[in-house]
């Protein structure tokens, strides 16, 4: 799943506020993997798990492996810089990072009410344990944090069960289908359009 269109950077947000929703969506998860923010420390990290994010999965990111690795540092540290209208969030375990997850939203008056989230990739390894629902977690408590922000949408692809039950799990509802949304290789893929909405109770699926 992915975000469309690219981070919008603005004045840093407190940090301290940033990590404690990632220490809230960390409960369940295992004592020895926690959750924070990304900054521009982390790029170089960041860079490699999304090429391999790429690598597992090249049906559920529209990047192709030369694109993703085409990005400069700089362009990398500007979606890492958390703001009001962006922050990514990582798991970690020791200092190795296993997961990511983004939260953007718009910066324009009339769609800053909606964030997306995108890139969730956890590495296979890791898998299963958690870590997944605990990034979404921070995702959500950080668009909670934010005030004004009333639904979060996401992309998934269709021929993904596993991705689509998570999601439903925590309220995320199916609006609508892309057909052919992406195209790799030769085969095309549906997406399912997916919504949580943070202002009033979840839509019957």
Same mark, same amino acid.
């Given at each position: 799943?992915?975000?469309? $269109?690219?981070?919008? *950077?603005?004045?840093?947000? =407190?940090?301290? /506020?940033l990590?404690?929703?990632?220490?809230?969506?960390?409960?369940?998860?295992?004592? !020895?993997?926690?959750?924070?923010?990304?900054?521009?420390?982390?790029v170089? !990290?960041?860079? !490699?798990?999304r090429v391999?994010?790429?690598?597992?999965a090249?049906?559920?990111?529209?990047?192709?492996?030369?694109?993703?690795?085409?990005?400069?540092? /700089?362009?990398? /540290?500007a979606?890492?810089q *958390? %703001?009001r209208?962006? %922050?990514?969030? $990582?798991? &970690?375990?020791?200092?190795? +990072?296993?997961?990511?997850?983004?939260?953007?939203?718009?910066?324009l #008056?009339q769609?800053?009410?909606?964030? %997306?989230?995108?890139?969730? &990739?956890?590495?296979p390894?890791?898998?299963?344990?958690?870590? /997944? #629902?605990? +990034?979404?977690?921070a995702?959500?408590?950080?668009?909670?944090? +934010?005030?004004?922000m009333?639904?979060?949408?996401?992309?998934?692809?269709a021929?993904? *069960?596993?991705?689509?039950?998570?999601?439903?799990?925590?309220? &995320?509802?199916?609006? =609508?289908r892309?057909?052919?949304?992406? #195209?790799?290789? =030769?085969?095309?893929?549906?997406?399912? @359009?997916?919504?949580?909405? @943070? !202002?009033?109770? *979840? @839509?019957?699926?």
């Amino acid at each position: 799943m992915r975000a469309r $269109g690219r981070p919008v *950077p603005d004045g840093r947000f =407190g940090a301290a /506020a940033l990590n404690a929703e990632a220490d809230a969506a960390t409960q369940g998860v295992r004592d !020895d993997v926690f959750i924070r923010p990304l900054d521009v420390a982390d790029v170089a !990290d960041y860079a !490699d798990l999304r090429v391999a994010a790429v690598d597992d999965a090249p049906s559920a990111f529209w990047p192709t492996r030369d694109e993703e690795m085409g990005r400069s540092t /700089a362009e990398i /540290a500007a979606r890492l810089q *958390p %703001t009001r209208h962006q %922050t990514v969030f $990582g798991a &970690f375990h020791q200092q190795q +990072l296993i997961g990511i997850a983004g939260l953007r939203r718009e910066a324009l #008056r009339q769609v800053r009410h909606k964030g %997306t989230v995108w890139g969730l &990739f956890v590495a296979p390894q890791w898998r299963r344990q958690g870590i /997944a #629902r605990a +990034l979404l977690q921070a995702v959500i408590a950080r668009a909670r944090e +934010l005030g004004d922000m009333v639904q979060i949408h996401l992309y998934v692809n269709a021929e993904n *069960p596993s991705a689509h039950a998570l999601y439903a799990s925590l309220g &995320f509802v199916v609006y =609508g289908r892309e057909p052919r949304s992406m #195209r790799v290789g =030769g085969t095309y893929y549906d997406e399912e @359009l997916m919504v949580l909405f @943070l !202002d009033r109770a *979840p @839509l019957q699926a």
